[in-house]
């Protein structure tokens, strides 16, 4: 009879034997695991799916003793029974609906050693839940694709890409260890899809740009981030073209691997990179293509607000066909005498709304607008903030815009150093202060007990007329003054008013003249006249004999 001690030690002795023939079994299983999965069908058919297997043991797989069974987790049935034919070592395996060269596949390839295809019965791959396992005749889980939810890579409606194996350290099911395919090997010749059944394929896994904005002028440094799958080590080289509306204006290219691209200062602002993988079969035509936007800024103190209307009402301002908030509009002005580039500038509202301005320029001395339906920007009745940075987040001008419900159509413009409303607005155009007056009120006359019509108080001389066309058979002030902008003309008609020169309210004209006298009054006012003369002279007579 064992005693304790003796007995533990031989249950630890057996469960150690059990644990190594374990590890030795699976040590001798096959690796065997999901490589590929056109899981949406091809452009030819929605039922042209597959299923890709790779034995990469160094032993063939009889599967008529040792079956793999294809398993949906999510609905919980089988797909496939692979339980005939041979599975050799470092090869291909594939389950599909449709044999090579069908007229609803893009499959093309001839039977060969390297590649058996499986015809598998009617089931079309859960596209919403996706998750699929490879299972051997034990029920043992050889490999899992897919998380249960939506599959890891969207498709296309007119190019389809199949989801391609790049990690193969633990299951599949997780999206680092799949990509999307990017190579046509064994399709039908000119399908947009992008698969390779039976082959190795080779794959971009990530490709960022680090810093695509630049200053004007300024040397271009670009690094291109990339990762790539390619067990067969076929990249080759990498070029990269600066380009502006289809013209190429710099190029420069390295062996793959290279990252930094550096290109000297140039006056002409490109507009994207182009970057181009190429691999050792064919040297003349890029395997690969991405293209990155580029923003190439300027910095300049002489890009301001210029005039903003924050409250149309009755005229269409955007020549869009209807009135509404999206005619409300900004102006800047650049006041230097060169080009300012635009590019990266930014205008906030006070709500903390930004609008970034792309590819936008401004002649020296002249202006641009910018229509709500474009900047999204919501001028606000009771009081607007407007703040404008240049691309490295300088603040260069601040505007605000006081209340404008009584201000309808009216401009809030820039006029020397300081703003008013205007009854003019020229979006695009220099500014013209035209100030609207209310009505002044005019005195009633007091009728005199003889008439009762007392008579018309004598208008002073108008002022010379001024031409205008929006306001005909007016007449106008004109005043010239110097603005930051440039020389503009003050304009105020008649009926209105300048804020700085508001003339003084009278109730009687100082000009109107008084009845004439009656002959009594004349003869009174003559007599009145003798008398002062002859005391004049009478004094003056007793003075001369004192």
């Given amino acids: 009879m064992l005693g304790r001690g003796k007995f533990v030690s031989v249950l630890i002795s057996a469960v150690l034997f059990s644990l190594c023939l374990i590890s030795k079994a699976r040590a001798d299983s096959p690796k065997i695991y999901f490589n590929e999965i056109m899981w949406q069908g091809s452009s030819a058919s929605a039922d042209d799916e597959w299923v890709e297997l790779y034995n990469d043991s160094e032993r063939d797989l009889d599967l008529s003793k040792s079956p793999l069974t ?22 291909f395996f594939l389950v599909a609906y449709y044999q090579s060269k069908n007229a609803n596949s893009i499959l093309a390839f001839d039977w060969d050693n390297q590649v058996r295809i499986i015809k598998a019965k009617r089931y079309i791959l859960n596209n919403e839940r996706f998750k699929i396992s490879l299972k051997d005749n034990s029920g043992n889980v050889l490999d899992i694709a897919g998380d249960g939810n939506a599959p890891f890579y969207p498709q296309k409606p007119s190019q389809k890409s199949s989801m391609q194996r790049i990690n193969f350290d633990s299951y599949g099911d997780h999206g680092d260890a799949w990509a999307l395919s990017m190579e046509r090997k064994h399709l039908v010749q000119g399908v947009l899809d992008y698969a390779t059944p039976g082959d190795y394929g080779k794959t971009l896994t990530s490709l960022s740009l680090e810093k695509n904005k630049f200053r004007l002028g300024d040397k271009i440094s670009l690094f291109f981030d990339y ?164 691309p490295e987040g300088n603040q260069v001008d601040f505007l605000e815009i006081v209340n404008s419900t009584s201000h309808e159509d009216q401009a809030w413009a820039k006029d020397c150093s300081s703003w008013a409303w205007t ?76 804020l700085q020169n508001i003339p003084p309210l009278t109730l009687a004209d100082s000009t109107q003249t008084s009845p004439p006298p009656s002959k009594f009054n004349q003869f009174l006012l003559y007599f009145i006249g003798l008398i002062i003369i002859f005391v004049q002279v009478l004094s003056y007579e007793l003075y001369r004999q004192e």
């Fill in 227 to 390: 990762k790539a799958f390619d067990p067969q080590g076929e990249f080759k080289k990498v070029y990269v073209k600066l380009q502006k509306a289809g013209e190429i204006l710099a190029e420069s290219s390295g062996d793959f691997g290279q990252q930094d691209f550096s290109f000297d200062g140039m006056q002409t602002c490109p507009e994207e990179a182009e970057i181009a993988f190429y691999d050792k079969n064919d040297d003349k035509k890029e395997w690969a293509k991405e293209v990155f936007e580029l923003v190439c800024y300027q910095l300049s103190q002489n890009v301001k607000f210029s005039e903003v209307l924050p409250h149309p009402k009755n005229k269409d301002w955007n020549e869009d066909g209807k009135i509404s908030a999206d005619d409300e509009w900004i102006e800047l002005v650049n006041l230097s005498e060169t080009l300012a580039n635009l590019n990266g500038w930014k205008i906030q509202d006070a709500s903390g709304r930004v609008f970034e301005i792309k590819n936008k320029l401004i002649p020296a001395g002249g202006f641009i607008v910018f229509y709500h339906l474009e900047s999204g920007l919501a001028l606000n009745d009771d009081g607007e903030k407007l703040f404008l940075f240049d």
């Fill in 70 to 91: 294809l398993f949906d987790e999510v609905k919980n049935i089988e797909i496939a029974r692979l339980d005939s034919d041979i599975f050799p070592a470092k090869s």
């Fill in 423 to 498: 009854i003019f607005p020229t979006p695009g155009a220099q500014n013209q202060i035209v100030i609207k007056q209310e009505s002044p009120l005019t005195p009633t006359p007091i009728p005199s007990e003889s008439n009762s019509q007392a008579p018309a108080p004598a208008s002073a001389p108008a002022p010379a007329p001024a031409t205008i066309s929006e306001v005909p058979q007016e007449e106008f002030t004109v005043i010239e003054t110097k603005t930051i902008i440039t020389k503009t003309t003050r304009i105020v008609p008649a009926g209105f008013y300048s």
